[in-house]
Antibody, heavy 121, light 107 residues
């Protein structure tokens, strides 16, 4: 069974940094693209970033470029999101998600349970 | 950026009724559209991808149709567990985008 467990969320001040982690199990992690999607409180879904299975290709939303950086460590079966110079608009539940396929399709299934990030002074 | 517009924002229906949700793309996306279901306090779940393909384990009462700019998610007969928020997503071009969602609530 595929399992995705996010961690690393919490309260951070504006301008601060945070690193989210997503521990994956139950599938060949290095084969599958992975992504981050966020959801502000009471709002809809916003795609953040996606990374290829090998980690050599990344696509990110404009809102993420330069501040939110996706990466992965295939030896640890872990996906990361490094968040720098954080803003109030980054306040959201952050979900990691596996690509539907053992490749890269840009369909996300399944998703982790999410980790909540709050940016506030 | 491709904008996805979902309608209606809220759909009030009763168990057993048929529900029809719409997603319109700002430009043609062929069949590069998926649908997700999200229940309160839970992560989203993929229902439909490539416009009409059901994801693993999704009941047959969920069906998707459409191509180009107009897409539909149909729930054939609403079960109590189907009352949730539904989002469409396109993968035709970067950035990936989601629609604003349709909440299916109990009438």
């Amino acid at each position: 069974e595929v399992q995705l467990v996010e961690s690393g969320g919490g309260l951070v001040q504006p301008g601060g940094s945070l690193r989210l982690s997503c521990a994956a199990s139950g599938f060949t992690f290095s084969s599958s693209a992975m992504g981050w999607v966020r959801q502000a409180p009471g709002k809809g879904l916003e795609w953040v970033s996606v990374i290829s299975g090998s980690g050599d290709k990344i696509h990110s939303a404009d809102s993420a470029k330069g501040r939110l950086t996706i990466s992965r460590d295939n030896s640890k079966n872990t996906l990361y999101l490094q968040m720098n110079n954080m803003k109030a608009d980054d306040t959201a539940m952050y979900y990691c998600a596996k690509d539907l396929t053992n490749g890269w399709s840009n369909w996300f299934d399944p998703w982790g349970q999410g980790t909540l990030v709050t940016v506030s002074s | 950026e491709i904008v996805l517009t979902q309608s209606p924002a809220t759909l009030s229906s009763s168990p057993g009724e048929r529900a029809t949700l719409s997603c319109r793309a700002s430009q043609s996306i062929d069949i590069s559209l998926g649908w997700y279901q999200q229940k309160p306090g839970q992560a989203p779940r993929l229902l439909i991808y490539d416009a009409f393909k059901r994801a693993t384990g999704i009941p047959a009462r969920f069906s998707g149709s459409g191509s180009g700019t107009d897409f539909t998610l149909t729930i054939g007969s609403l079960e109590p567990e189907d009352f949730a928020v539904y989002y469409c997503q396109q993968r035709s071009s970067w950035p990936l985008t989601f629609g604003g969602g349709t909440k299916v609530e109990i009438k």
